[in-house]
């Protein structure tokens, strides 16, 4: 088989039922990783598993609700039984809300917080020992151009989580610098996936307008 950039690795990803994190799981595949990825939504996990290992690939689906430490600790476990190490972990999962300051509720900005915020920090906390036992790895947030500037039509909570992620990037990159682990954050534009239509909220040609 052709050289994979990710030959020999093992990643771990978060919110790998759908979207952006499944195309992740079958790029890292293609490119040669080994792949444990979670979500919530068991049903399409496993299809995107069976889709994976149809092509040859190696990939597991695992049970992971980002929120809850027990469910971390699982996940990086599996991706250490399996496959004997944890090299990458990428934080992709993530939900939106669409409503103005007054409209959010406190157990709206709980949720979100739980699972844009709480759920990147628990990842990190419970992947760095593994990654130092491996020499060292990386970490990939998944943020947004909504962490990094207000949007007129954006939703403020997300703003705030997903501005949270990008200065947790940058703590957790200064502190572990000296493991070896690398840490970055992404910061995509409107991408086409059932989060888009939430976020959007018919104003998806509006968004589409403003990609370049
Ligand atoms: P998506 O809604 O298709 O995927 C998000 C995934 O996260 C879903 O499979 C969902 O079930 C999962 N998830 C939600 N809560 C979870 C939990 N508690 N535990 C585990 N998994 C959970 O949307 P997407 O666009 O693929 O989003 C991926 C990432 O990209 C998110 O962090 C999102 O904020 C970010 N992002 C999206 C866009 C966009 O325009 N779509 C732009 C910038 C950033």
């Known amino acids: 088989a052709a050289m994979g950039r990710l030959d020999g690795k093992v990643a771990l990803i978060s919110g790998g039922a759908r979207g952006q994190g499944a195309t992740e799981a079958k790029l890292f595949v293609r490119e040669g990783a080994k792949v444990v990825f979670g979500d919530i939504l068991d049903e399409a996990g496993k299809q995107v598993e069976t889709?994976?290992?149809?092509?040859?690939?190696?990939?597991?689906?695992?049970?992971?609700?980002?929120?809850?430490?027990?469910?971390?600790?699982?996940?990086?476990?599996?991706?250490?039984?399996?496959?004997?190490?944890?090299?990458?972990?990428?934080?992709?999962?993530?939900?939106?809300?669409?409503?103005?300051?007054?409209?959010?509720?406190?157990?709206?900005?709980?949720?979100?917080?739980?699972?844009?915020?709480?759920?990147?920090?628990?990842?990190?906390?419970?992947?760095?020992?593994?990654?130092?036992?491996?020499?060292?790895?990386?970490?990939?947030?998944?943020?947004?151009?909504?962490?990094?500037v207000g949007n007129p039509h954006g939703s403020p909570a997300y703003t705030a989580t997903k501005g949270a992620v990008r200065l947790f990037t940058k703590a957790t990159a200064v502190q572990h610098a000296r493991d070896n682990i690398r840490c970055n954050s992404v910061h995509p534009g409107p991408i086409e996936t059932d989060m888009l239509k939430e976020a959007a909220g018919g104003l998806e040609e509006a968004y589409r307008q403003r990609v370049p």
């Open 51 to 148: 889709e994976i290992r149809a092509t040859g690939g190696e990939a597991t689906y695992v049970h992971l609700d980002v929120t809850n430490e027990d469910s971390w600790r699982a996940a990086v476990d599996t991706a250490v039984r399996l496959y004997g190490k944890l090299n990458i972990l990428v934080n992709n999962a993530g939900i939106y809300i669409r409503k103005r300051i007054e409209e959010t509720t406190e157990d709206d900005l709980d949720q979100i917080m739980a699972v844009n915020v709480k759920g990147v920090f628990l990842g990190t906390k419970h992947a760095l020992p593994a990654m130092r036992r491996a020499g060292g790895g990386s970490i990939i947030n998944i943020s947004s151009t909504a962490g990094l």
